[in-house]
């Protein structure tokens, strides 16, 4: 059973910068795909950002140039570096896994989720 546990959210002002982490536990072998994904208020739910060895890593528009994602291994953490943030990027954030080789920002993709953490981005 895969468990994702994320941390790091917090408020901040415009053109701020925020980390999150969440901290994967029971992936077995290197076939797996790591995503993020957010919610806002009202809104459906949006891929932003996913890593995996065999198809490498994928940005929504909305924030290419601006958010980082990574994958430290030996720590079994996935990371989301988060720059340059707008009020828009205002939601809960997610990470989620999947076995095998696809890896897309399609949430329905994805079997195991994270509770989330709130980031606020103020004006």
């Known amino acids: 059973q895969v468990q994702l546990v994320e941390s790091g959210g917090g408020s901040v002002q415009a053109g701020g910068s925020l980390r999150l982490s969440c901290a994967v536990s029971?992936?077995?072998?290197?076939?797996?795909?790591l995503g993020w994904f957010r919610q806002a208020a009202g809104k459906e739910r949006e891929g932003i950002a996913t890593?995996?060895?065999?198809?490498?890593?994928n940005y929504a528009d909305s924030v290419k140039g601006r958010f980082t994602i990574s994958h430290d291994n030996a720590k079994n953490t996935l990371f989301l570096d988060m720059n340059s943030l707008k009020p828009e990027d205002t939601a809960m954030y997610y990470c989620?896994?999947?076995?095998?080789?696809?890896?897309?920002?399609?949430?329905?993709?994805?079997?195991?989720w994270g509770q989330g953490t709130q980031v606020t981005v103020s004006s």
């Open positions: 890593v995996s060895r065999l198809s490498g890593i």
């Open positions: 029971g992936l077995t072998g290197w076939r797996y795909c």
């Open positions: 989620a896994s999947r076995g095998g080789s696809r890896c897309t920002l399609v949430g329905p993709d994805f079997n195991y």
